[in-house]
């Protein structure tokens, strides 16, 4: 009854708040809208942006925010995060791509790799073959 008022959200949920128009953070576990502060950020709306949909926790200490900035959080704050949804811990959730070095394996280029084995193994081949001929 009582805390009705706190929202937990997936992170998921806060990945989908990712734009200048609708832009939310997380910050130490706790999710923040700050839609209405980009303009307003005193170290840029840049670094908000960088960040919308994500755990900023890290980059959010490592500026080394004062008391000030730590007050206006509650203005900001819509809830917490579901810390058993798919959050990422620190920056896991930088996206590697795999999808191209699946492509590389199966494209020709694998063929020239190829030829740049068997050239030198050719030449070794012609220089003993060589050596044995005159020897
Ligand atoms: C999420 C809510 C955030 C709030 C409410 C907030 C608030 C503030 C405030 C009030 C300041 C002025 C200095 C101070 O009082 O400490 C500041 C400075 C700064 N913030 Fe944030 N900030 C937030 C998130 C972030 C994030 C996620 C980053 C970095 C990724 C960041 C980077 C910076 C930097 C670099 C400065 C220093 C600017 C300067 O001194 O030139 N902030 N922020």
Redesign the pocket.
């Known amino acids: 009854m009582g805390t009705d008022h706190k929202k937990v959200f997936s992170f998921a949920e806060v990945s989908s708040h990712n734009n200048p128009k609708d832009c939310w953070?997380i910050?130490n576990a706790k999710v923040?809208n700050?839609t209405n502060?980009l303009t307003d950020?005193?170290?840029g709306e840049e670094?908000?942006l960088?960040?919308v949909g994500k755990d900023?926790s890290e980059?959010?200490e490592d500026?080394?925010?004062?008391s000030?900035?730590r007050l206006?959080?509650d203005e900001?704050y819509v809830g917490e995060i579901d810390q058993s949804s798919t959050m990422p811990t620190k920056k896991a959730h930088i996206a590697t791509p795999k999808q191209p070095r699946d492509n590389e394996e199966k494209s020709p280029d694998n063929i020239t790799n190829l030829l740049r084995l068997l050239v030198p193994v050719g030449v070794c081949v012609v220089a003993v073959v060589g050596i044995h001929l005159y020897t």
């Open positions: 953070v910050v923040y700050v502060f950020h005193p170290g670094v908000l960088a960040h900023a980059e959010f500026a080394g925010h004062g000030v900035a206006m959080l900001f």
